[in-house]
Structures are given as structure tokens and as C-alpha cells.
């Protein structure tokens, strides 16, 4: 069984469909790349998964583990495993980033049925992820990205990541706005997670991040669908010779 | 034009011997107060002041006044324990001072705290200027200072606070205005006077809490006075009983390089009125506000802050947030006016307020005037739900609905209490409103 199986998606924002039969399967250890250019409905497809207001998906089904994904509410899919590293992280003044951090933790767990962790239990579980990370404690200090740079937005992505665990990462352009150091660091916290029972799905732009995290496949989102796949050799031939032309095979 | 029939509010605030102090000068002052009062009676929607505030429903009520049991009621200390406070204290029960609950054994240098009944008992004149001002305030036809003027004419007692010029104060001194429950309903008055003199600092805690029913209406007018240099760090945390009217008039007057901070909790109350004016007098005088109004039920609280800019270099900054749940009503209006001369001023005023029910209600109405050059303003109002973004921030991580939006209520609410130097009232504040918050 897939992990993730993605059917026949069509999904709409504000009346217009952006989303037009996508269809695209996970397995369990694998890292996918969705390259494609603006306006393909790369942001589109990490929204739909993680169940944002405003995107109606009007056709097509997604199925995660064997249940149907679409028909849970945005917790209750975090709960199930599925992450969404935001292309803009959301500041949240007042919200201290520790505080935030183990009350998202604990109601995954209770909604899973398990034993909520108390302050001292988690600290010990936030800085063995801090080591693994290499991120400064400061960050925790802090509310929910106010003020961070936008480096230091990524990487609380990242580190919220280790933390939760997820099965299922979605890294929303996570690598736009970002220097190279910046990159590599986020590029070594997302290669750290990788595991066999851990899939990704790297939604981007750019090619670079794809020469810090190599993914096993790379899929080439243009006009809501997926028009080509193929392992990452495809990614520097897009380097090369750019978006246009794609899919010309396919194109009706 | 023949005159209405008087309010029952108006006629039962009336209906009461005017107290005698034997002071000529004061009870000339009580008489021209009363006789204002009695005059213009109440203001109605058409005042631009009580714009979004309606008396009619508080017009039709008799209140009584004078409790006679309001020396002997039980109150425990917990109505007004709050952690790290355990400093000079004065309480009064329902208008009247409290000796047995009040702290003043051991006051320390150059700090005066007394009833004022006491400080005219002694010497009346230091306070005749400021005592004689209410009746002067407005045209005497002018129904807006109504309660300003019936406090002026009925009230006997209240806060004499003075810090001695230079003495910087540690330990924070408490204020505590109780409503205890009577077998009526009852109205009572204070008047406060607070000097803190040439650089002298002060922090002050100001409560305002009661029992529940049966109503009360209470009057509190405060004058406070910043001599140069002088700083006060004032917090007031009002949470009345829900049957308590409450209207509050507080003018700071800050000299030169003066700095007053404020931080208010609005809470309780029934009908909740604070007219709440700074005066910034003197060259490089500064007056923070940090304030929260909280209505739920049908609760109708209305803030309004006036601050004048009157001197070269003077700073303000205002940040005021307000919730309203189930049917309430919050009413909100900054007005800051940086007067000829003012040069140099930098003013800044934001109200946020959150609506978490279709029955809520805030008005909002923030009003800039300036008169001066080289003046830097700010200011900005919005009314509004919780950001969607960060909602779904939130649920995507895996916190559900419902404790999603209690997260980023609280932290708007908390907001106005992040300068606040205490972290044990920082912590104990935030509890209290928290606690308000829908569960």
C-alpha cells in the first residue's frame, strides 16, 4: 500500500481551478521532489494535503495509509502524521514557540490515544532535537516566529518538524528567501529526519536544494498536473533548459 | 419648554442631605456641584461623550445611599490579595474607610496615606484647588461630567496619597475600593488625590472588586499629579461584580520629564465608564498606557482616554485592546490632542478588540489633533476575528479548533501586560483574564 495516493485531483481557489487531475503516489521512505513553475499549483497541492481553508478540491481523491485524507479536519490530519513546513511560517506574538511546540506535540498524542508528556519529560525530548538540529535554545525563548529572520523561520519549520515526528513532511518552497548557509543548514536538518518510515515531499522551485537533500524522484508539476517524473537527473536537466517546452509529449 | 420629570437616578443621587464639613470653601464647592447636577441632570446619546453609552437603563434605577453596617462588614483579605503585594494598603468598604483591613502601621519615609476625610480634618487648605475644580470643569449646562459632579457634591472620603519630593518608593502601595453586598441597593463616592512630588517614584496597584448583587452604583474620581522627574508605575485592576455600575474619572497631570505608566484590566461591572485624561504639562513628560477591556454577557464597558500634549517634547503611547463576548458591548475613544507649542511630540495610539460572538459589539473611535510642528503620530483602530492564518497555523500542527482560538485570544489579550515589571502580577493578572475568556 502507498502511503500517500494521490488520484485524479482537481482543486479550485476562488473559482478558478488551479489543480486539474494531479496524481502522484508515496511510499513510505521515499523523498519526492514537486519542481514546476509559478503558477503550477505547487503551494496549491501542500494546501489541499494539509487542509486549508479556501481550496475546494471538486474532483479526485487522496488517500493517506488507507484513509481518506480530505475528509479530516487540519488537527486531526497533523495527528495522522502529515506535516506542512510553511512557505511562510505565520508569526504569532504571545505565543511562546516552546509553549506552542508541546501543546501541538500533546494533542496529537492525545488524539492518538496517547499519554500526554509533562514540561520536564518534553524539555528533555526539545533539546536531544536541539543537538540533532544544531539550533540555538534562544529560539525557544521566543514567541512563534516573531521577529525571527527569515532563515530563522525555515529552521523553526524544521525543528517543529523533529520534534512531531511526522510520517508525512510537505516542505512548502522551504527553501525560497533562504542564503546558502541557510540552505545547507535547513538542507541538514531535513536530511537528519529521513528515514524508512518517513516520506517527503519537497515542493520547489529551484534546483539547489535538490544538490543538499537528493530526492529519489523528482515530478514536474506544469498547469495542475503532473507532466513528467523521473529520478533527479530530471532536475539538472530542468537547470538546464528551464521550464519551458515541458510536457510538450502530454499536453493535449 | 417645559422641564422632563427628573430621572429616579437623578432624584434618588438628590434625595440625601449634602454632607456638612464645616469647611466653607468645600461645602460652597459640594452646593455648586449639587446644584450643576441637579441642573443638567444626566447625559443622553447626544452627547458626543456618551455617544455609544446609554443611561436609560441606569437612569430608571434608586440607588440608596450610605451603608450603615459598611464599617462592620466581613471582608476576607482574599477580595484583594495579590501575590508579591504586601505593601502600604488602604481599603474602603462600600465609600467608607476601612481602618481594620487597611495597612498603614509602618509607612515608610516620606510617604503620606491617609482617608482624606482625615488630610481635611487636619489641613483642609493644600487641598482646596484641587477640591474646588469639578464644579468648574465644563459649561454647567453640560450634562457629560454628571457623575464627576454628584461625586464632587456626595463625596465624604477617599485616597490622600502623597510621596515626599526624591523619595523613590519600593514596596507598591494598594488601593482597594470593595462593594460589599447590603440589603439595598446602594450608591456610594470617593474621591482620591494623589501627589508624587519632584522626582519621587511610586508604584501604585489600584482595585476595584465587590460582591455580587444586589447593584451598586459607585463614583471614584482621581486627580493624580506628577511633579518633575516624578515616575509612577500604576496598574488597576477592576473586576466588580457583575451587578455593579461603575464610573470612574481619573486626570494625571505629568510636569516636566514626569513619566507615568498605566496598565488597566476592565473586567466586571455592569455599566463600566472610566474617563481617563493625562495632561502632559511639562517639557519631555511621558504617560504610557497599556489597557484591556474584557465585556461579556451583558456587560457594556467604555473607556475613554484623553490625552493633551502641552509641552515641548512630550511623549505618549497608548495600546489598548478589548474582547467582547456574547451580547457585551466595549466602547473605546482616544483622543490625543498635541496642542500649539507642543513641538516635538511623538504620540502614539493602537486599539485592537477581537468580537468572539455575532452578538458583540465594540465601537472604536480613535482622534488625532495637532496643533504643533515637528509632531510624530500614530494611530490606528480595528475591530476584527482572530487572523486566519494563524488559526490554521496552529490546526496544522495539531491543535484543535476550539484550543487554537483560546491560544491566540489569550495572547492578544496578554499583550497589554508584556511591559508590566512584576512577573508575579504579570503571571496572576494573566490568570485572572484568562479565567474571562470562553472556555
Redesign the interface.
Known sequence: MNMLKIENLHARVEGKEILKGLSLSVNAGEVHAIMGPNGAGKSTLGNVLSGRDGYEVTAGTVTYNGIDLLALEPEARAAAGVFLAFQYPVEIPGVNNTYFLRAAFNAQRKARGEKEFDSMQFLKLVREKLKVMQISDELLHRAVNEGFSGGEKKRNEIFQMAVLEPQLAILDETDSGLDIDALKHVADGVNALRSPERAFLMITHYQRLLDYVVPDFVHVLADGRIVESGDKSLALKLEEHGYAGLGEGVAA | MSQPAPLPLVESLLDVPLPASGIAWLDAARHESRAAFAAAGLPDTRVEAWKYTALRALGQRHFARGDAAAASRAIAASTFALPGVDGPRLVFVNGVFRADLSALDVLPAGLTLQPLSQALHDDAEPLRFVLSRPALIDDAREAGDAFTRINAASAVDGVMLRVAAGMKLAAPVQLVFVGAAADVELAWHLRNVIELGEGAELNLIEQHVSDAAPAQLATVVSDIELREGARLQHTVLQNVAVATSLIRRSSVRLHARAHATLHVLELGGALVRHDLRAELVGDGARFDTRGLFMPHGRQHIDTQLAIRHQALNTTSTSTWRGVANDRARGVFRGAIVVAPGADGSDASLSNKNLLLSPGAEIDTKPELEIYADEVKAAHGATVGQL????L??????????A??RA??T???C??VL?DLPSEALREHLSGLLVAQLPA
Open positions: 487572523d486566519e492564518r494563524s490554521f497555523y496552529l490546526r496544522s500542527r495539531g491543535i484543535p479548533l484550543e487554537a491560544l491566540l489569550a495572547a492578544f496578554r499583550a508584556d
